[in-house]
């Protein structure tokens, strides 16, 4: 782990995984409340590190002082929750020393009641250590596994952050650029995501145009400038190119839940009901495809959302038997939802005062 200023934090992610791991490696970029003494609290072994912008150096230090045969990183604001702590602990007994990388889940929200998954991508988790895996990027860093044997496995790291780093890592491609640094690559995606995150829309346009045109950009990563690229469109009112970037992404992959939802709402504002309806019906023929490795995947668009909006499509075309069903079925999700159950019972009064068929 890299950690600074994580006092409030650590104990929560180290109670979930501390009796888990023969080892913690805890590298100090520089905290001034009481990180380093709480991380001693569970046996780790504490490494300062100069901070310099550059939070791949920061990993790539990290991983340099581990010992084990295999390296698992988490941020001081993910833990390993019931029961996928069970889950690692059946990893660890069971791994083989052939597999070289392990993805995991990362949960990047949950829904607060029940705990269950709002958005996840995956990532790799955890590497063997002999294949000396490099992280690369200063900001928004990712382990460089491009070979070996790889496994996913069911097991989720859960985010619970509070804050927004966008400024902070703004800060520091601008920082990086002002002294010489050369903007390409990922780099220059990520610049555009955070101009786009400090809704300097205009700025952030030409970026992801030109980071599209990268002949080593990944698909999924191209998918995702796609979208982003759409919602600048929107927020500076170019509707006709919004939509023309959504269906760009089907260049790169097969029609997601998420992408289709969002042209689902195009056909809305336009008042395309019968098109909403396609795109929307199209997201749940499509809900339980889970896309590529690492893509982001939006629980809403591939359950309740769908339904949700065809609800009010069918309405809005007068087939209010079908409309009250996608009612019923968004419900399934959200049955305590004001506007859900608002909606049944003006449908249900409808369809009891439409004359028999």
């Given amino acids: ?47 300062d590190f100069a901070w310099r912008d550059d939070f791949a150096a920061a990993r790539n230090y990290a991983f340099s002082q581990a010992t084990c045969d295999y390296i698992l990183w988490m941020d001081a604001d993910d833990v390993f929750a019931e029961p996928n702590r069970v889950k690692l602990q059946r990893l660890k007994q069971e791994l083989t020393t052939d597999i070289d990388a392990v993805l995991m889940n990362y949960v990047l929200r949950e829904q607060e009641q029940t705990g269950e998954p709002l958005a996840l991508t995956r990532r790799n988790r955890l590497v063997k250590r002999s294949r000396n895996y490099r992280w690369i990027g200063i900001v928004h860093e990712y382990l460089n596994v491009t070979d070996g044997k790889q496994l996913f496995m069911d097991i989720a790291v859960t985010h619970r952050g509070t804050g927004n780093h966008s400024g902070r890592n703004l800060k520091i491609i601008e920082h990086y650029l002002a002294s010489g640094g050369v903007l390409e ?6 610049l555009a995501c955070e101009l786009a995150d400090a809704g300097r829309y205009e700025e952030a346009v030409p970026h992801f145009a030109e980071f599209l045109l990268d002949p080593k950009a990944n698909r999924d ?51 395309e009901w019968t098109l909403a309806v396609y ?47 996608h009612n019923q079925e968004a419900l399934r999700y959200l049955p305590d939802d004001p506007g859900l159950l608002e909606n ?5 009064q409808a369809l009891e005062a439409a004359p028999p068929q």
């Fill in 185 to 190: 690559g990922r780099l220059r995606f990520h």
């Fill in 1 to 47: 782990m890299i950690v600074k200023n994580e006092e409030a934090h650590l104990p929560r992610c180290l109670r979930s995984v501390a009796d888990l791991v023969d080892e913690i490696v805890i590298v100090d970029t520089g905290s001034t409340d009481r990180t380093k003494e709480v991380a001693g609290e569970y046996g780790a072994r504490i490494f």
């Fill in 221 to 271: 990563d191209l998918v995702l400038t796609c979208a982003r690229l759409s919602d600048c469109y929107g927020h500076l009112g170019r509707d006709r190119e919004k939509l023309e970037m959504l269906l760009q992404t089907f260049q790169f992959e097969i029609p997601q839940p998420e992408i289709c939802c969002a042209i689902g709402k195009c056909m809305e504002d336009r008042q």
């Fill in 279 to 325: 795109w929307y019906v199209q997201a749940l023929q499509n809900a339980n495809h889970g896309g590529s490795w690492t893509a982001i995947v939006h629980a809403a668009s591939r359950t309740w959302l769908p339904h949700s909006r065809l609800c009010l499509c069918y309405a809005r075309i007068g087939h209010l038997r079908k409309a009250y069903e």
């Fill in 344 to 348: 049944a019972k003006k449908l249900k």
